[in-house]
């Protein structure tokens, strides 16, 4: 008999099923999916890895059981890969026969790090502003610089080391917007670039919110465990003394516990995801709000923690509590960025699906699009929602529905 990594997705459900004593009526009733996604999959068709969470979950099984190695099926090229050319471009610039990358720069003939400096914080800005044309635009000839900088002002001075910084700092940011337009690949080698200038100069909290960011492009990737086990021997290895900790190593703690809660409820090890979460409480609370401006642009407090928590309760199977923790958070508190709080209303709009309120849920993506169109139409999870809303109805879809799924590329 073969093992089971030399079996796909499909035959190893089917075999499972069977031994748990299920039909495949009644796995779909028990993962909440239909029938003909369970026949599709057992038939060797594939599924999202939020699908391969609800049949594992069912199953009693870690998400990723299902994940087994194979060759990929052919694919059209995706036109997204002229439009990242420049950016691939600066990021993995030609390499020529003496090793020295190949890449031009208005700033050749003059080199200023409070310039650059200057154009990082304000492509911050523009990222936690959602404004993903400009971005595109703008990251290139930026990534290019900062390379250009790095390797005028070579040396262990603080110019050097400051070159190093930014150059990490454009590359994080590159990174987390390449995860946002979904070129995971191409933002994992941006992001483990940024990590490893961090950790050069030895600026952890950059280096862990570099690492914070990887484990993000792991985790689409469908790489739990991974990410789960990395995140978590890190933030062992970061541990402060919450007494006379710095709000900055706090942060970097906090957020790691974090990434390793996310990763473990979606390997449907929701007890450890809870315990993550406890400790990463302890961070937040210390704070007592929510504030911005760390390293790496990002933001840590009580309420991204809350919101993690009401992440983890959803993934869970918990809609109802995951509405009552979002619901609980003050606006005394603070809110973390954009990007951030965004998330978190895809993810109350599916509670209230899941509770019934479709109306409700169409409301939430309503207004997410009024106020942060560019993010939202990458949000492959708030299609999901737009398209469930469609099958959820009971009656001719609502004016709203239409406009949402329609600007999300639903068709019913």
């Avoid at 523009?126 to 990534?143: C, K, M, N, S, T």
């Amino acid at each position: 008999m073969r093992d089971d990594a030399a079996r796909g997705p499909g035959e190893r459900l089917r075999q499972l099923r069977s031994r748990r004593g299920f039909t495949q009526e009644g796995l779909a009733e028990a993962s909440g999916l239909s029938v003909q996604c369970i026949r599709k999959i057992e038939q060797g068709g594939s599924a999202r890895m939020e699908t391969y969470h609800q049949i594992a979950k069912a199953l009693g099984v870690p998400t990723v059981w299902f994940v087994v190695p194979g060759s990929p099926e052919p694919i059209a090229e995706s036109e997204n890969v002229a439009l990242l050319a420049d950016i691939r471009g600066a990021i993995i610039p030609p390499v020529g026969m003496d090793g020295t990358a190949l890449y031009d720069t208005a700033d050749q003939e003059e080199p200023s790090l409070p310039r650059l400096r200057t154009a990082v914080d304000a492509t911050a800005a523009a990222y936690h502003g959602d404004r993903y044309d400009h971005l595109a635009q703008v990251f290139p000839e930026l990534i290019k610089s900062a390379q250009y900088h790095v390797a005028r002002f070579d040396g262990p001075d603080a110019d050097g080391r400051e070159a190093v910084r930014l150059r990490a700092d454009v590359l994080g940011l590159a990174g987390r917007y390449l995860l946002q337009v979904r070129a995971h690949d191409l933002a994992l080698t941006a992001l483990q670039q940024s990590l490893r200038d961090a950790s050069a100069i030895g600026d952890v909290p950059l280096a862990a919110s570099a690492l914070c960011s990887q484990a993000w492009a792991m985790l689409r990737q469908g790489r739990l465990a991974e990410v789960e086990r990395f995140c978590a021997a890190t933030a062992g290895e970061l541990e402060p003394r919450v007494s006379v900790a710095t709000k900055e190593e706090l942060a970097a703690w906090g957020w790691l516990l974090l990434r390793a809660a996310s990763a473990a409820v979606r390997n449907t090890r929701t007890k450890e995801a809870e315990e993550y979460l406890s400790i990463a409480e302890m961070a937040g609370a210390r704070l007592g709000e929510e504030e911005k401006g760390f390293p790496g642009h990002r933001a840590f407090g009580p309420v991204t923690v809350a919101l993690m928590r009401a992440e983890v309760a959803m993934v869970a199977g918990e809609p109802g509590r995951g509405l009552s923790i979002m619901d609980g958070i003050s606006p005394a508190a603070g809110r973390p960025h954009s990007s951030t709080w965004n998330r978190s209303q895809i993810e109350r709009s599916w509670a209230c699906l899941e509770t019934g309120d479709t109306d409700r849920a169409t409301e939430i993506l309503q207004e997410l699009k009024a106020r942060s169109p560019q993010w939202l139409r990458y949000q492959q999870r708030a299609k999901d929602a737009a398209e469930a809303i469609l099958k959820a109805r009971t009656r001719i879809p609502t004016a709203a529905q239409r406009e949402i799924a329609d600007f999300l590329g639903v068709r019913d």
